[in-house]
T-cell receptor, first 115, second 114 residues
Framework: EPEVTQTPSHQVTQMGQEVILRCVPI?????FYWYRQILGQKVEFLVS????????KSEIFDDQFSVERPDGSNFTLKIRSTKLEDSAMYFC?????????????FGSGTRLTVV | AQTVTQSQPEMSVQEAETVTLSCTYD???????LFWYKQPPSRQMILVIR??????QNATENRFSVNFQKAAKSFSLKISDSQLGDAAMYFC???????????FGTGTRLQVTL
């Protein structure tokens, strides 16, 4: 069964450093997403991406965050200057479409620890 | 704004028994989708079951079924013949038909005991 692949599985970074989280969505999927889950809390939407541009973003997704699809396969989330409160599990997801019967497939997540 | 509420932070069920996890939501949309996701200790998000709001028939997937009450905005998950592998966090989620963003509830931690 096709999978969404995220790397690395765990990243430790110093406060103030830039970090890039990588995702390889399912090859025929057109919509891409990032979510995050702070430990013990609910999963929160960050951003959705379609046709090489952001289609929706949450208030969490401020100027410190950016997304990119640098080639035909990767989808990245960059945090420019990490803060302690950015420590969370970050999930990438993709879907084939937006309408009926198009479910998400989530990756297994990247645990980001900011120290 | 849409909200999803899971009022049971923790539930426990004995192996082979049945358990029901509750979820309510608030929306003014008429077209939307509802989901239950399972998050085991590995923290991967696994889709368990989904329901289209326009369908009156409750979705079922093997031992998992839902009770979808559209007027009451209620979407509960029933797990029959519970197994040890069912132990996980379960998240209810909502998505409007015109958008792609998922809104999650706070989750219910399910324990399965022998």
């Amino acid at each position: 069964e096709p999978e969404v692949t995220q790397t690395p599985s765990h990243q430790v970074t110093q406060m103030g450093q830039e970090v890039i989280l990588r995702c390889v969505p399912i090859s025929n999927h057109l919509y891409f997403y990032w979510y995050r889950q702070i430990l013990g809390q609910k999963v929160e939407f960050l951003v959705s991406f379609y046709n090489n541009e952001i289609s929706e973003k949450s208030e969490i997704f401020d100027d410190q965050f950016s997304v990119e699809r640098p080639d035909g396969s990767n989808f990245t989330l960059k945090i420019r200057s990490t803060k302690l409160e950015d420590s969370a599990m970050y999930f990438c997801a993709s879907s084939e479409g937006q309408g009926t019967n198009y479910g998400y497939t989530f990756g297994s997540g990247t645990r980001l620890t900011v120290v | 704004a849409q909200t999803v509420t899971q009022s049971q932070p923790e539930m426990s069920v004995q192996e082979a028994e049945t358990v029901t996890l509750s979820c309510t939501y608030d929306t003014s949309e008429s077209d939307y989708y509802l989901f239950w996701y399972k998050q085991p200790p590995s923290r991967q998000m696994i889709l368990v079951i989904r329901q289209e709001a326009y369908k009156q028939q409750n979705a079922t997937e093997n031992r998992f079924s839902v009770n979808f009450q559209k007027a009451a905005k209620s979407f509960s998950l029933k797990i029959s013949d519970s197994q040890l592998g069912d132990a996980a966090m379960y998240f209810c989620a909502y998505r409007p038909g015109t958008a792609s963003k998922l809104t999650f509830g706070t989750g219910t931690r399910l324990q399965v005991t022998l």
